[in-house]
Structures are given as structure tokens and as C-alpha cells.
């Protein structure tokens, strides 16, 4: 049963760069598979950054895109996720989220269906 | 702000049925994935595919599209369906992805 746990700073200096990690068990990360992180601020919403597919290609919330990279460490079957520039509204939980294909009659539907337990980072100096 | 409208807050007599709404121009070529987060732990997948439940969900969840509007709808709901729940949707251009804005449901 694959499993992702996220590790990284719980706090970086404003104007910093926040760098998580997302540990794969259980699977692969060059598995047919799309690599997600997602955040959420304290008492709002979930927001999502990005994500990976298992041969590089990357796609990124255009909110964020100037600031943010995702790639891959396959030596240590991990993905990651860099933010530049942060500030105090880049203080979040970040999460890490596996999007899988379902085949229903045929038809192909993508959901995160797997996801790390969250780790929280505050900006703040 | 999100491309995909849902009301902030819903309540629920308990054992009463439930729909939490979720609009958005992109569902009309896509579909939705619906998200239950309780205070303090990850998401957990409840629908896919706008009306297929995972494995292990109960089945007093379910989900059904028309148009631009997705809607989860909890039959019955129990104490411990009070949660967080949040859809989940490609954006127009198919390329990215985008989280609605999320419902604080309230099982009276």
C-alpha cells in the first residue's frame, strides 16, 4: 500500500525559499502516475500548487508559477517542491497527494486518492 | 479566488439527507472529485469521476453532474460525516487543476 510522508523546515525567513520533500514507500515514483502538492493557510481552503508526471513534465498554479518548481529525486524515491521569495502568505500546511487514474466503462477519471499527512510551515523571521 | 463556487456552510438534522453544491464553467467538459477533511487531518477521497465512491466509502455518499453544477449528496448523514468537503476539477484550459472553496457541513 503506497504511502507519502512530507519532511522539510517547519519555518522559513521571509523572502527565503521553502523546500519540502515527499517520500514515496510502498511504490515507485516513476510509477504511471501524476505527483501533486497541495497547500492549505490556517482556517482557509485547499489550494492546489502543482504537479509531476513520472517522466518530468510539470504543470503549476498560475498564482504561484513564477515562484515555484517540482521535481523528482529518484535515487531517493522522493518528489519536491521548492518555493522562492516567500512571504507570510506562503505559511500553510503543505500536503503531498498521489492523482490516480480510475477506469470506469472506459473512461479515464483522475483523483488524489493517496496523501501525506501534512507538515506545517510558517514564514516568519 | 476559485473557479469553482461552493456554499461556505451547510447543516443536516442527523439521519436527514444532505446535498453540498459545487459550480463552475469547467465542469461542463469535466467532471468532479469530491474531498472530506476533518479538523486536523488530510483529505480523503469520498467521490470520483463526479459519481463513483472509492472503496471503503460508505455508500450513504454519492454524486451526480448536470451542466456546470456537481453535487455530493450524504443520505442519512451521521454524527461523523461533520466535515470539511471540497470539489475538485480541472480548470477551462484542461491543463491545471483547481480545489472549490469548500463546505463546512454541520451535522446537527
Known amino acids: 500500500q503506497l504511502q507519502l510522508q512530507e519532511s522539510g523546515p517547519g519555518l522559513v525567513e521571509p523572502s527565503g525559499t521553502l523546500s519540502l520533500g515527499c517520500a514515496v514507500s510502498?511504490?515507485?515514483?516513476?510509477?504511471?502516475?501524476?505527483w501533486t502538492w497541495v497547500r492549505q493557510p490556517p482556517g482557509k481552503g485547499l489550494e492546489w500548487i502543482g504537479q509531476?508526471?513520472?517522466?518530468?513534465?510539470?504543470d503549476y498554479n498560475p498564482s504561484l508559477k513564477s515562484r515555484v518548481t517540482i521535481s523528482l529525486d529518484r535515487s531517493k524515491n522522493q518528489f519536491s517542491l521548492s518555493l522562492t521569495s516567500v512571504t507570510a502568505a506562503d505559511t500553510a500546511v503543505y500536503y503531498c497527494?498521489?492523482?490516480?487514474?480510475?477506469?470506469?466503462?472506459?473512461?479515464?477519471?483522475?483523483?488524489?486518492?493517496?496523501w501525506g499527512q501534512g507538515t506545517p510551515v510558517t514564514v516568519s523571521s | 479566488s476559485s473557479d469553482l463556487t461552493q456554499d461556505p456552510a451547510v447543516s443536516v438534522a442527523l439521519g436527514q439527507t444532505v446535498t453540498i453544491t459545487c459550480q463552475g464553467d469547467?465542469?461542463?467538459?469535466?467532471?468532479a472529485d469530491w474531498y472530506q477533511q476533518k479538523p486536523g487531518q488530510a483529505p480523503v477521497l469520498v467521490i470520483y469521476?463526479?459519481?463513483n465512491r472509492p472503496a471503503g466509502i460508505p455508500d450513504r455518499f454519492s454524486g451526480s453532474i448536470s451542466g456546470d453544477t456537481a453535487s455530493l449528496t450524504i443520505t442519512e448523514a451521521q454524527a461523523e460525516d461533520e466535515a470539511d468537503y471540497y470539489c475538485?476539477?480541472?480548470?477551462?484550459?484542461?491543463?491545471?487543476?483547481?480545489f472549490g472553496g469548500g463546505t463546512q457541513l454541520t451535522v446537527l
Open positions: 509531476i508526471w513520472h517522466s518530468g513534465r510539470t
Open positions: 510502498g511504490g515507485s515514483i516513476s510509477d504511471s502516475t501524476w
Open positions: 475538485y476539477s480541472r480548470d477551462i484550459s484542461g491543463d491545471l487543476w483547481v
Open positions: 469547467s465542469l461542463r467538459p469535466y467532471y
Open positions: 497527494a498521489r492523482l490516480s487514474a480510475y477506469n470506469e466503462a472506459d473512461q479515464y477519471f483522475y483523483a488524489l486518492d493517496v
Open positions: 469521476g463526479s459519481d
